[in-house]
């Protein structure tokens, strides 16, 4: 079944009569610079010179001049209709557009890819922005637009703190307060999802949640990050075999129980708040076995009744009310008053 495409010409055919204006040997330096033969590689400068005994300057210079000679040809006019369709098609997704997004929009075969990568090299509408720090390769048909986007995407980055995690829905909001002076066609969801991926700086984890692409919490490295993500997204406490479980199934990597287990224990982020349940220490879960949970509670309300103190220790940890009150009832670590308080002894 052939593949479909939003494109209605064959490239191949197109680029097949724009070359025909070249000699020889022009033409084979344009096949091979952009793969448009059967070896979809695109060759470098220096493989082309070798084959000719030329250095890759001359190389070059050929290269440049076969498009000049292209677009000054009479069958570039007659293909007018076919960069006509490809601006189009450049517009409906934005006026500027990330070099792969828009090859993969087109074409899901790399021959295909790098034949609609010539006519946008060869076409005078087209202006290629070459990948930098903070951007990747990307195609524009409006300059003004193009400077108003990375603008934009500049200051989202610094309105984001380095491991602050945004819902996709969210990023793209605050991505669309950021943007200025752009026409109300563009401020749409499907546009600022096309532009947030232009950034280097900013990107999205395997979950499909948004944030600096240096932060742990969008390129997860290890066990640790992985179950950062899978217990924060299960938003309550969680057993580290589900934990282990989940890390399987939404990252597709292998994790075993007793090493979720054991990173789970050496990282500050995590609480152990019942037996083998996890929650995350920015949830406010305090850190330490029961007697140092009730301990806090006593430091940060003063002296309470028993009743008061179980209530508050079991909103930190899941454990039965006798085990609270064993831990009170040490005279090592706490007393009661006459009124029946408790306070640190």
Do not use: C
């Not at 179980?310 to 007393?335: A, D, G, H, S, W």
Request: hydrophobic share 35%.
């Amino acid at each position: 079944m052939s593949e479909k495409t939003p494109i209605t010409f064959k490239p191949k055919q197109v680029i097949k009569r724009l070359i025909s204006v070249l000699g020889d040997r022009s033409q084979d330096v344009i096949v091979n610079r952009f793969g448009l033969g059967n070896d979809t590689k695109r060759q470098t400068l220096e493989a082309i010179g070798k084959k000719y005994k030329i250095t890759r300057e001359r190389v070059r210079q050929i290269e440049n001049y076969s498009i000049i000679n292209i677009r000054k040809s009479k069958e570039y006019a007659k293909e007018k209709v076919v960069f006509d369709e490809l601006r189009k098609i450049i517009a409906d997704l934005g006026s500027t557009v990330s070099e792969e997004g828009l090859l993969k929009y087109i074409s899901k075969d790399k021959s295909t890819q790098n034949q609609i990568h010539f006519l946008l090299v060869v076409g005078e509408d087209f202006i290629r922005e070459k990948e930098d720090n903070e951007f990747k390769h990307r195609w524009s048909i409006d300059k003004e637009l193009s400077k108003k986007i990375h603008s934009s995407l500049r200051e989202l980055y610094h309105t984001l703190s380095d491991d602050e995690i945004l819902l996709e829905s969210d990023m793209v909001e605050k991505f669309l307060e950021n943007l200025k002076d752009v026409s109300e066609k563009y401020k749409n969801q499907e546009v600022a999802k096309r532009w947030l991926t232009l950034s280097k700086l900013i990107d999205k984890n395997p979950l499909g949640e948004w944030g600096k692409t240096g932060s742990s919490n969008i390129n997860a490295k290890g066990m640790r990050d992985y179950a950062f993500l899978v217990i924060r997204r299960h938003g309550s406490p969680i057993h580290f075999r589900e934990v282990a479980k989940l890390i399987t199934e939404l990252f597709d990597k292998k994790a075993h129980v007793a090493t979720t287990h054991n990173e789970l224990i050496k990282d500050p982020r995590f609480v152990l708040v019942g037996r083998g349940l996890y929650a995350l220490a920015e949830w406010g879960y305090m850190s330490g076995v029961v007697k140092d949970v009730i301990r806090g509670v006593i430091e940060k309300n003063g002296p309470m009744s028993k009743e008061e103190i179980i209530k508050k220790v079991l909103k930190e940890r899941y454990v039965k009310e006798n085990t609270i009150m064993v831990n009170l009832q040490n005279p090592k670590f706490f007393k009661k008053s006459k009124e029946g308080k408790y306070s640190i002894a």
